[in-house]
């Protein structure tokens, strides 16, 4: 199995001690309510009003600056001090915000990551095990009747929509500029934006480039937030719109023009390995020697940092409690041996853009 160095050393061998061991494996019995109370600590500006503080502060200080009561500050703070997150000078009584703590309230992918996993996934994950048993999206139901999450996506809460995109669009947009320039390397006329969502891969590519027209393929819903989040923008009359339900494969990709580029950008993570194939061959159909397709995903094995792929493998389990039941974030080999299957050969891959993609790039065999 193809793993990068750092992810070797950290996977393949032992590296705890028995007392380190001990210690996780409490963290992982505990992990819901350190979850929740390093959120709330964010959410009541306690870490906040750490971080701004030049000799920390007393439970009572926190109490009178927070409005919350001192039996509520202290069963936070002693628990974050157990957590991690927090200093305590037992000389003075006073708090301090602890490295974990900064990063917590500072660093852009945590802050996404916590938001997503609050808003759209915890409650969903009580269900995990009928989800692994049954191969469906038991925890979505607490949000409505669909058979996947795709179709609701229009329907969310406000809230759990605005956690939804953001951990979606934070993930890609970090990755554009550079994928742009592979892509557009070869020059392509015309481009198909597989599950283009609202757009905004096209409207970049519509800005990058201005010869360039994009067709969007994805659920009609789909595409009515597109055209509602990309009207009057740079380049949007360049941008049409194709509805299809990818999962019927009597659904075939539009074949009225010829298509130099077909784009898969957060896109094929969502599907099983059949309906991959499925996808996959569909777009070699409308294909021919000079086309090519770029597949866009997160590869855990290919991750630079250990938390990456962490993140990554932890994100599989959305996909099986809250999204379709049966897909994930996948190993790059699997990937490779899926497009085999669809009789496209992967061509080269690109690694280590924006935060933690791959780009790899398919022709016909």
Not at 91 to 97: A, C, K, Q
Not at 112 to 121: L, Q, S
Not at 142 to 155: A, I, K, M, R
Not at 340 to 346: I, R
Request: charged share 25%; aromatic share 10%; net charge negative.
């Amino acid at each position: 199995m193809h793993l990068t160095p750092v992810l070797k050393e950290a996977y393949c061998k032992e590296r705890l001690s028995a007392r380190e061991a001990q210690a996780k494996a409490e963290w992982i019995a505990w992990g819901p309510v350190v979850f929740q109370v390093c959120r709330l600590m964010k959410k009541f500006g306690v870490l906040e009003l750490l971080r701004n503080s030049d000799d920390g502060m007393t439970e009572a200080e926190i109490a009178e600056a927070t409005g919350l009561s001192g039996y509520a500050v202290k069963v936070m703070l002693e628990a974050s001090l157990c957590i991690g997150t927090v200093l305590l000078d037992p000389e003075s009584d006073r708090y301090s915000l602890s490295k974990t703590g900064w990063f917590l309230i500072t660093d852009p992918a945590t802050n996404v990551n916590m938001d997503f996993n609050h808003d759209v996934n915890y409650e969903g994950w009580f269900h995990l095990e009928e989800s692994l048993k049954e191969g469906r999206p038991a925890g979505l139901e607490h949000f409505g009747p669909w058979p996947t999450v795709y179709e609701g996506l229009s329907q969310l809460p406000s809230q759990v929509q605005k956690s939804w995109f953001g951990f979606d669009h934070f993930y890609s947009d970090s990755s554009f500029r550079q994928a742009l320039e592979i892509v557009f390397a070869n020059h392509p006329r015309t481009l198909l934006d597989v599950g283009g969502n609202t757009g905004r891969w096209a409207l970049q590519c519509v800005k990058y480039d201005s010869d360039v027209r994009v067709t969007i393929v994805d659920l009609p819903q789909q595409l009515e937030m597109m055209r509602r989040d990309t009207a009057g923008k740079t380049g949007a009359d360049r941008i049409d719109g194709y509805g299809m339900n990818l999962l019927d494969p009597a659904q075939d990709f539009p074949a009225d023009k010829r298509y130099d580029a077909i784009w898969m950008s957060q896109f094929l993570d969502c599907f099983g390995e059949d309906e991959i194939v499925g996808i996959v061959s569909r777009a070699a159909k409308i294909m021919d020697e000079e086309s090519r397709l770029y597949i866009m995903e997160t590869f855990w094995d290919r991750q630079r940092f250990e938390p990456a792929a962490f993140c990554l493998t932890m994100t599989s389990l959305y996909f099986t409690a809250i999204a379709n039941g049966n897909s994930k974030m996948y190993h790059s080999e699997d990937m490779a041996r899926l497009v085999g299957k669809a009789h496209l050969e992967v061509e080269t891959i690109h690694d280590n853009l924006g935060q933690g993609h791959s780009i790899m790039v398919c022709r016909k065999k």
